[in-house]
């Protein structure tokens, strides 16, 4: 079973639109983060969630808005989609606490806006 | 502010050859350090972690790397590439809270000729 899913895999959507992903880890994990890979496969960190808490929020625009309702799952809504929102966006889930703290994450979704 | 540097962009070595990634970072505190492998089209997988104790650390598929505090370094080595490990590597480290935000670096791109 894969331990931290998400769907779509890929989607195609045009400017203007809404769109989800969604996000379900099953190793028992308080804190889940969405991370995003620009097309030069920059890494950077969007959200972070602890037990159901926006913990980190960084300068991601107000378009965006993840929605965790229980912690086992982390939702990311997107209002309004742009040209520069194609990217692969990860989401991932850590035990706080645990020795180091280790990320693990999905396979990624393929988001692109034409 | 803690910034990761890879400097090799892209690496490329024949079968057998011995591999060495560079990874810097600047923070004067704490850090739990990792190294993430990203295959074509897949999801980024842990290949090793630091967190304390012994410097020289062991992960997965023949890859160690040696944390260096002096030079603020984390390089990754592997004593013998194999065509299989064509793939993107990413340098992260953590700041040591419990927040588990991870800083990448830009990563290194590694191909394998056969």
């Known amino acids: 079973d894969t331990a931290v899913s998400q769907t779509p895999k890929y989607l195609v959507t045009q400017m203007g639109n809404d769109k989800s992903i969604k996000c379900e880890q099953n190793?028992?994990?308080?804190?889940m983060y969405w991370y995003k890979q620009d097309s030069k496969k920059f890494l950077k960190i969007m959200f972070s969630?602890?037990?159901?808490?926006?913990?980190i929020n960084e300068t991601v625009p107000n378009r965006f808005s993840p929605k965790s309702p229980d912690k086992a799952h982390l939702n990311l809504h997107i209002n309004s989609l742009e040209l520069g929102d194609s990217a692969v966006y990860f989401c991932?889930?850590?035990?706080?606490?645990?020795?180091?703290?280790?990320?693990?994450f999905g396979e990624g979704s393929w988001l692109t806006v034409v | 502010a803690q910034s990761v540097s890879q400097h090799n962009h892209h690496v490329i070595l024949s079968e057998a050859a011995s591999l060495e990634l560079g990874c810097n970072y600047s923070?004067?505190?704490?850090?739990?350090l990792f190294w993430y492998v990203q295959y074509p089209g897949q999801h980024l997988q842990l290949l090793l972690k630091?967190?304390?104790?012994?410097?020289l650390v062991k992960g997965i598929k023949g890859f160690e790397a040696e944390f260096i505090k002096s030079k603020f370094s984390f390089n990754l080595r592997k004593p013998s590439v194999q065509w299989s490990d064509t793939a993107e590597y990413f340098c992260?480290?953590?700041?040591?809270?419990?927040?588990?935000?991870?800083?990448f670096g830009r990563g290194t791109q590694l191909t394998v000729w056969p």
């Open positions: 190793l028992g994990h308080d804190t």
């Open positions: 923070y004067g505190g704490t850090v739990n």
């Open positions: 969630y602890n037990n159901k808490e926006l913990i």
């Open positions: 992260a480290l953590d700041r040591g809270s419990t927040l588990g935000r991870l800083y």
């Open positions: 991932a889930s850590s035990q706080v606490g645990d020795s180091g703290n280790t990320i693990y």
């Open positions: 630091y967190f304390s104790g012994d410097p």
